[in-house]
């Protein structure tokens, strides 16, 4: 009879104790140091931590870390703290509209053809004075 091995599972958390990874079975860290031990046992839950331990994935939607450790253990963080997270995002920059991208796209295209113009201005300047410095 074939003896299944087990798996150990590490997370990693941050300064608020929000677990922010989770490693074991397969990708189990060369170096443990700043890992915390939380669970082992057989089977994809274990093998394939990141995807089959937490219920729902680490992280919600937003980016916001859906568990924390409390004493040793994983737990669910309540939705206050998810709020208060979530209030802490920086603000997105002010993304232009497609009117204001279609707008700047013209003006662009203008300024493009005006220096082209001056180029080839600047140009046929260059070979009329090369041609009356030369057709002495």
């Not at 087990?6 to 989770?22: A, E, G, H």
């Not at 796209?105 to 009329?128: M, P, T, V, Y």
Request: proline share 4%; with cysteine; net charge negative.
């Amino acid at each position: 009879m074939k003896e299944t091995m087990k798996s150990k599972v590490y997370v990693l958390v941050d300064s608020d104790n929000r677990i922010i990874r989770c490693e074991g079975g397969y990708t189990t860290p060369g170096d443990l140091t700043g890992w915390i031990y939380i669970g082992e046992g057989t089977g994809d839950k274990y093998n394939l931590c990141q995807s089959h331990y937490f219920d729902g994935g680490l992280y919600d939607v937003d980016g916001i870390p859906r568990y924390k450790l409390v004493d040793g253990a994983p737990a669910l963080r309540t939705d206050a703290e998810m709020e208060a997270d979530r209030a802490a995002l920086p603000v997105p920059e002010n993304i232009p509209s497609a009117k204001q991208l279609a707008e700047e796209n013209k003006r662009l295209k203008a300024q493009i053809a005006a220096n082209a113009d001056r180029q080839e201005f600047l140009e046929d300047c260059i070979a009329e004075m090369a041609s009356q410095v030369y057709s002495v």
